[in-house]
Nanobody
Framework: DVQLQASGGGLVQAGGSLRLSCAAS????????IGWFRQAPGKEREGVSC????????YYSESVKGRFTISRDNARKMVYLQMNSLKPEDTAVYYC???????????????????WGQGTQVTVSS
């Protein structure tokens, strides 16, 4: 079975840091671009950051550029999102997703991801 297991969310004060992890299984991980997405209450799901299958191409939304860093370990089938300088507006449920299309297409949701993981809640208090 295909699984994308997101973890690492929690409650943090503004200015703090969290590291999200996405563990993959059940598909050929290093063929897929992986992305992080988030959805706040009453808002649409948006792309946060995506990384190509090789890790050579990385994209961020403007709202997190300079604060978040995405990385992947193909040997361990893991993707990470290091989130620094967190702001209250970063509060959302964060999801990871996988697709065979390119990372930029995935970030903008110009493709419908092949696989979605369950979410992990990130809450940033002011």
């Amino acid at each position: 079975d295909v699984q994308l297991q997101a973890s690492g969310g929690g409650l943090v004060q503004a200015g703090g840091s969290l590291r999200l992890s996405c563990a993959a299984s059940g598909f050929t991980f290093d063929d897929y671009a992986i992305g992080w997405f988030r959805q706040a209450p009453g808002k649409e799901r948006e792309g946060v950051s995506c990384i190509s299958n090789s890790g050579d191409s990385i994209y961020y939304s403007e709202s997190v550029k300079g604060r978040f860093t995405i990385s992947r370990d193909n040997a361990r089938k893991m993707v990470y999102l290091q989130m620094n300088s967190l702001k209250p507006e970063d509060t959302a449920v964060y999801y990871c997703a996988a697709d065979l299309a390119g990372a930029l297409l995935l970030l903008n949701l110009w493709v419908s991801p092949d696989y979605w993981g369950q979410g992990t809640q990130v809450t940033v208090s002011s």
